[in-house]
């Protein structure tokens, strides 16, 4: 049996503490509401439960059992983004759309995760994933408008959140940070060179296992070289992916090597994630197929693919869309340090007995 020990978020004093932050969590929850309203979006609300809770690799989901009329039974999960309902409802025929709601993933919990957190995600139909980039930099100013903050500090670093975010491609940070050629190890047709990646980490100082696969090399890279040198000073917006590194982005117009990806960054606190969508449902499957292949290798599972997601995706338009990690947001603009002083709610820890 487990139990769960008294949670000390409750008790007076400790919400004393905390309420500063969560009233500030309320105004910036307004203030973004009426933000897209002004904007013409629509608010929509996706179904928790899914068939999928989403295919990307390193994701780990909650999974249930519903139970039919006739005690028929069958496997469905909590989304760990909205990310398929919303792109449904763009096939629908929605054009603007937000979806402000609770995401689940498990294995995450520390000073900027939680197994359960609000999830700001927009889509744009026949819009530019350029024109998200600004969408993100005028939500970090509200934010900080609504908050009353000058600037942002988080991790000994600090941003002035009223300045333009600085873009700075993939390839230009592995160079510039780590004298890396990045592009160079990846083909027009997706395809990787994990050696080459390799030599050129081991060289730049980046620990390589014997096991990392390509993707694997790339991260630590990016952890340990390019994360620690952006989103100081001022936000900035991290862009043009490996196509390899965005399975659910269209590849950019006339470079087959990148993708329509970009994350937005403030004091090295990852924000956003955002994409030009790919709607080509054939080759969503082909990139489905190598993700969880990738993940039954590394963690012995696999998760459905969700094909009625899939038959939606080819009569969705040309679309743009971004996810923001709404707490990390508030913790920024409030001056928090963990994600749990946003929370209203926090999810208890178990321990056994």
Same mark, same amino acid.
């Given at each position: 049996?487990?139990?769960?020990e ?13 309420r500063?932050f969560?009233?500030a969590r309320?105004?910036i929850?307004?203030?973004v509401?009426a933000w897209?309203?002004a ?17 990307e690799?390193h994701?780990?989901a909650?999974?249930?059992?519903i ?5 028929e039974?069958?496997?469905l ?12 409802l ?8 937000f ?6 993933r ?5 000073a900027?995760?939680h ?9 744009r139909a026949?819009?530019?994933y ?16 609504? +908050?009353? +903050? ?10 002035d ?10 390839a ?5 940070l780590a004298?890396i050629?990045?592009?160079a190890?990846v ?14 980490a081991? +060289?730049?100082?980046?620990r390589v296992a014997?096991?990392?696969g ?5 991260t630590?890279?990016?952890v ?6 952006i989103?100081?000073?001022?936000a900035t917006v991290?862009c043009?992916?490996?196509a ?5 982005a269209?590849r950019k117009?006339?470079e ?10 403030a004091?090295?606190?990852e924000?956003?994630n955002a994409f030009g969508?790919?709607t080509?449902?054939a ?5 489905f197929?190598a993700?969880e292949?990738e ?8 998760y459905?693919?969700?094909?009625d997601?899939?038959v939606?995706?080819?009569?969705m ?5 971004s996810?923001?990690?709404f707490d990390r947001?508030?913790?920024? +603009? ?14 208890p ?5």
């Amino acid at each position: 049996m487990q139990h769960t020990e008294a949670s000390p978020w409750w008790a007076p004093d400790k919400h004393a503490d905390r309420r500063p932050f969560l009233t500030a969590r309320a105004a910036i929850t307004r203030a973004v509401r009426a933000w897209f309203d002004a904007k013409g979006f629509t608010e929509v609300e996706t179904a928790a439960l899914q068939v999928s809770p989403g295919n990307e690799t390193h994701l780990h989901a909650f999974r249930t059992e519903i139970v039919g009329p006739a005690g028929e039974r069958a496997s469905l999960y909590l989304h760990t983004s909205p990310e398929f309902g919303c792109k449904t409802l763009l096939a629908a025929g929605e054009t603007r759309i937000f979806n402000m709601g609770k995401v689940w993933r498990n294995g995450e919990r520390g000073a900027l995760h939680h197994p359960e957190f609000t999830m700001l995600e927009w889509y744009r139909a026949g819009e530019r994933y350029e024109t998200l980039m600004k969408d993100c930099g005028d939500l970090l100013r509200l934010a900080a408008e609504t +908050a009353g +903050a000058k600037s942002f500090r988080f991790g000994g670093r600090e941003i002035d959140p009223f300045e333009e975010p600085e873009r700075v491609t993939l390839a230009e940070g592995f160079s510039q940070l780590a004298g890396i050629d990045l592009l160079a190890t990846v083909a027009d047709d997706g395809s990787t060179d994990r050696e080459g990646l390799a030599a050129q980490a081991r +060289a730049a100082g980046v620990r390589v296992a014997a096991d990392d696969g390509w993707s694997d090399v790339f991260t630590r890279v990016l952890v340990d070289k390019v994360e620690p040198a952006i989103g100081n000073g001022r936000a900035t917006v991290l862009c043009e992916y490996p196509a390899p590194e965005a399975a659910l982005a269209r590849r950019k117009p006339g470079e087959p090597k990148v993708a329509e990806r970009f994350e937005l960054y403030a004091c090295g606190v990852e924000l956003a994630n955002a994409f030009g969508e790919l709607t080509d449902p054939a080759e969503q499957r082909r990139r489905f197929e190598a993700d969880e292949a990738e993940r039954e290798r590394i963690y012995g599972e696999r998760y459905p693919i969700d094909n009625d997601f899939l038959v939606a995706l080819g009569h969705m338009p040309p679309a743009s869309g971004s996810a923001l990690g709404f707490d990390r947001l508030v913790m920024l +603009a409030a001056g928090a340090q963990r994600i749990e002083q946003v929370l209203w709610t926090p999810v208890p820890v178990p321990v056994p007995g």
